[in-house]
């Protein structure tokens, strides 16, 4: 056999369809700048989010049937024949396996691997195999959740289950994950279909409404022991919502948000049960009234954005805060301690030491990124959540 050349089309094939041997029209997506077929589906097209550009007829796989043509078979077909005349991708199997023809030409033939390829190079850091079976309840879709998600999705996590009743706004999208085809859907649906862009093995729940309205019944159908619950919220009061549901399912909670003007950023993480929870820091650090109130997270709600005299944060800013939690949070999961042996419960990070945009808060910095690693919360022995900590499991 003659070795092929170098500008060789080449064709991506999911390896899960080799034992299937599957005949009939393939679709996928077809850049003719590198000739490259990414070969996602065949027999029927792959299930795609609707704002995402439909998978395009490339062609068939075995013996095409008598007068087809790519605007007779399947979606997508009619359009790609109006608009240009389509790749044309001819696969047949053979004893030795596979071989296609790109526009008569032989190709080049790659497989891949969905469940292996897509997370090989997190190999040696995660446990790849264990991060499939992970759980993580994000409550609250925004800036911070939104990117936690997907981090999670590109770490392996395996199930999601995504709560808020908000939908994605033009001013949203300086800081969140999604973008202009995803305004106006509800965040948990947009982000939904960008977990399964990076993983189409995760298996993603959604609830449009408040945490606090969720049936308990949600709870107990998703919460296992190890279960993340991530409180990504701009009000304290839903993240000890969150955190209330950690104790009462004895599972790892994880709080991340920015202060006032984003001068300062805090990671909360608790494991019920062994630590403070974050009602004792709560009730501790005076958040109920006191100075430490003022600091109260601000980014992006609708209804507090008139009383803002400021900008939040930044993308930048939040994303910087998030990627240290994701760190935490990697930890929660599975159970090592690569950062949380140098942390403790409570972090903050610096952002800015200018006191006209901390106040005098920002006297507990002395440099740019700093991060405290000496903020201590003490259990607090009447504390309501601390209580009920396992009760759920009863
Ligand atoms: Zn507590």
Redesign the pocket.
Known sequence: MTPLPKDAPRVLFPQELMAQRPEGPLYGYFHPETRTANVLSCGAPPNRPKTFAPAQLLGWLGPRPEGSTCAQTGEGGEEQAQDSPGPNLEGRWSEDGLQFKLDHRPCRIEFYSLTQDVFSRNTGILEVARMLDKRVLVMACGSVGSLLALEFARAGVGNFLLVDPDTLEYHNLCRHQCSVTDVGRFKVDALKDRILDINPAASVQTQKIVIQRLPKEVFDDFLRPGTLVLASGDNREADLYANRIS?LYKVPFLSIGLWERAFAGEIFYSLPGET??Y??LYDNMGFNGGRVSENRRIYTTKEHLEDVRFEPGISTDLSLVSLIGAKVAYDLLDGTRRVLDHLTQYTLWCNSLDPEVGGEMVEIFTYPFQVTRSIEVA??DD?P??KIVGAALE
């Open positions: 104790c403070a929870c009602k004792c259990k607090n504390c959540h601390c």
